[in-house]
């Protein structure tokens, strides 16, 4: 069972890390090509994997796979690895957002 998990676990990393090389490479857009919106989609896809061990960890205790103990400590600690991928996420986020500010104001964009 444990080999099925570990399998299926690398198979959805390599399938978000191929999905985000395909989009970034066929973009020409100056922000997608950058080095922070790489570490944005690289942050985001981290943050994402984090929120979907939590419904594995469910499913693990519903079968008797893990005891209540081990369950709220998974729990726990994924929690607090989730909340500081999200920090990370949102910090990259905001870099992003000043850098497509700046190209903005370099192209004369403005909100309207």
């Known amino acids: 069972m444990k080999k099925i998990f570990l399998i299926l676990s690398l198979a959805l990393i390599a399938s978000c890390t191929s999905g985000e090389k395909e989009a970034v490479s066929s973009s020409d857009d100056p922000i997608k090509s950058s080095d922070i919106y790489k570490s944005y989609v690289k942050a985001y896809n981290d943050y994402a994997s984090c929120k979907m061990e939590r419904p594995q960890l469910t499913t ?25 991928k999200k920090e990370i996420f949102n910090k990259y986020y905001q870099l992003l957002e000043a850098e ?9 964009i403005m909100e309207e």
């Open 60 to 84: 693990d205790f519903m079968d008797n796979k893990i005891s209540q103990e081990e369950f709220a400590k998974a729990l726990e600690r994924n929690n607090k690895s989730c909340n500081i």
């Open 100 to 108: 497509y500010d700046k190209a903005a104001v370099e192209h004369k």
